[in-house]
């Protein structure tokens, strides 16, 4: 088992990774104070390791509940939100009462949303069964739901007790999904590490594969950068916005389409090449690398040209992302591997890569 | 007019208390960054102050829009929260946008928690209008809405840039919300500091008729009183819970009628009485005292007598109050004017309470 601490002052937590962690109550013990646990989970994870986490918790004495949500994007909402409240409150959960997230990103991110608003604030556990999740959901605190204008349009910043990352998990996640998690690997070597992006070229198909070694170095190092990357700036006041690169033309893509029609993953993989495109338009990136990234999207199964919505479509939902301020769009932009540069970008470069990228 | 600083850090703010402020744009001006301003208010004070706030907010060149919902506890839940989403979202909204609170605790609870969630996190600004928010929910930084299980069990702890306290808006309040705001200003005054229960006393008479001056006093010493607890422990780890006497049996009252029936005051007002009762029967407080609380509790027109909700179902509600641990209700009672003992009691005597102060 490997370690990651993110460094958070009175709010850091530890980043368990390893094989076979579900199981482990010593995991779990330090982490929970109160009297009761409400495991929160989803169809498709239940069956598989909701017992494990259970038999895990037993010999804690703890009351322990489950609720178990609707699987998938789709179902970040309110109303799935407030089924957890509901059972909270049904199951007289207390200010003590610590929430556990098992499943992907979108269980983490409501369930640590759940937390941060119930009674106030309550601990919570994140225990991510998908790379996804693993690689990116679990480290920085961000929390919500989705808004039928914008994605994670409500929600808060709120650390976790810990991070419990079972690299065996991986093992029943499907291709698609796991390519999905591969997609955010990606993003951290090109933004932040230029070594590991070399390592990721070299190594994509023994991730594609699910090799637990390749998976947990690809999740340590992952961790590693976004956890020194939050740490420097937990409430995305700057640095921590390069974090989005890929997510600008990403989250077009998935609000235009509907959420959960692509993977938020896939979205990343086609948004990093749309913004590496603009980057070289913009004169900042060569073509070169450019190329190389297109390449290791591909290879790790990921989309490379994004869905017909129509260039203007494209714009108008950029408009309304978060990062952007009075309309205009910060567009996150590479500079070579390992070096970003934040800033808005002409509306000609804009449209050429709409018209380039994007299927006609 | 006064200023009241309460002192949180970097999340310190200012409380300005005085006649007429709602018009005075150099009030507003430090504390709007962004480009935009959205003033959430209620059906209620929009026709009475919404144009006066806007007049003040004109020479500032934001752009500025007014969401106005429905007025009344009954629509402090997500509903009513999505409609200030919708508008936040529809109006493009970003990062830098500040909400201002423009209303009651009811407007203050949701707008604070909108503000709170909404990309998670933008500025905002409370304008309390009545009484009661002025003394209460405009000090500590506590948002959110209500659960049909459970009152406030949905929220955040989020602090606003500023608070304006127009004194002259209490002129327009009616009578029964006035008194509700009395409630709040004799709550502080019987847990933190004798000689300001002893002004209550002397002038509650002058309260009930809405004179500006000893209006002011009341807020101001109320708002000190609160903001040096709110300073001590933010989050409600301790000392803070002292500011609930008469809330654990008021919010029985609340939830039991339905939200709405009573106003919140209204039911504080009821509780303290109540929480005075079981002190008394726990050799707390002695009889004379709790003599004067009732005394002073009816001349502003406060009910005293609890409704006929049944003993079992006060109890029932109390243990999924917020402040109840794994089912033990946590009392916050009084040991004399000026000092409180929080801790449990016997089931004998908090039955003995409910007979004696609840309405057969």
Redesign the interface.
């Known amino acids: 088992m490997i370690t990651v601490n993110v460094e958070l002052g009175d709010r850091a937590y530890p980043i368990h990774i390893g094989s076979d962690l579900i199981g482990q109550t010593a995991l779990f013990a330090p982490h929970i104070a109160?009297?009761?646990v409400t495991i929160v989970t989803n169809t498709v994870v239940e069956p598989l390791y909701g017992e494990k986490l259970r038999a895990a918790l037993a010999p804690l004495g703890k009351d322990v509940h489950t609720v178990v949500l609707p699987d998938g994007e789709a179902f970040k909402n309110?109303e799935t939100l407030?089924q957890i409240?509901?059972a909270l409150?049904?199951s007289?959960a207390?200010?003590?009462t610590t929430l556990i997230a098992l499943g992907g990103g979108v269980t983490g991110d409501m369930t640590g949303f759940a937390a941060?608003?119930?009674?106030?604030?309550v601990p919570f556990i994140q225990v991510p069964t998908t790379l996804l999740s693993q690689v990116d959901s679990s480290v920085g605190g961000?929390t919500?739901i989705n808004?039928p204008?914008?994605k994670?349009?409500?929600?808060?910043?709120y650390q976790p007790q810990a991070v419990i990352a079972d690299i065996a998990a991986l093992r029943t996640l499907p291709a698609r999904e796991l390519a999905a998690g591969v997609a955010e690997v990606i993003k951290t070597g090109a933004i932040a590490d230029a070594e590991f992006f070399n390592w990721i070229e070299a190594n994509v198909e023994r991730l594609n594969r699910c090799e637990p070694e390749a998976l947990a170095h690809a999740v340590k190092r992952s961790c590693e950068i976004k956890a020194s990357v939050v740490a420097a700036d937990e409430?995305?006041g700057g640095l921590r916005a390069i974090l989005n690169f890929g997510h600008t033309f990403g989250h077009a893509i998935e609000a235009g389409l509907g959420y959960g029609e692509w993977l938020h993953g896939e979205a990343v993989g086609c948004g990093m090449v749309m913004a590496a495109d603009l980057s070289v338009r913009m004169g900042m990136l060569d073509e070169a690398s450019r190329e190389r990234l297109v390449r290791v999207v591909k290879a790790a199964h990921l989309p490379d040209v994004g869905p017909a919505l129509g260039a203007d479509r494209y714009v108008e939902l950029m408009?309304?992302d978060?990062k952007?301020?009075?309309?205009a769009i910060k567009f996150i932009l590479l500079k070579r591997f390992g070096e970003t540069h934040i800033g808005l970008a002409p509306d000609e470069a804009v449209q050429a890569t709409l018209a380039a990228t994007v299927k006609s």
């Open positions: 109160g009297k009761s309110w407030n409240f509901d409150l049904t007289r207390d200010r003590k941060a608003c119930y009674m106030r604030g961000k919500g808004h204008f914008g994670n349009m409500i929600g808060a910043f409430r995305e408009q309304v978060k952007a301020e009075g309309g």
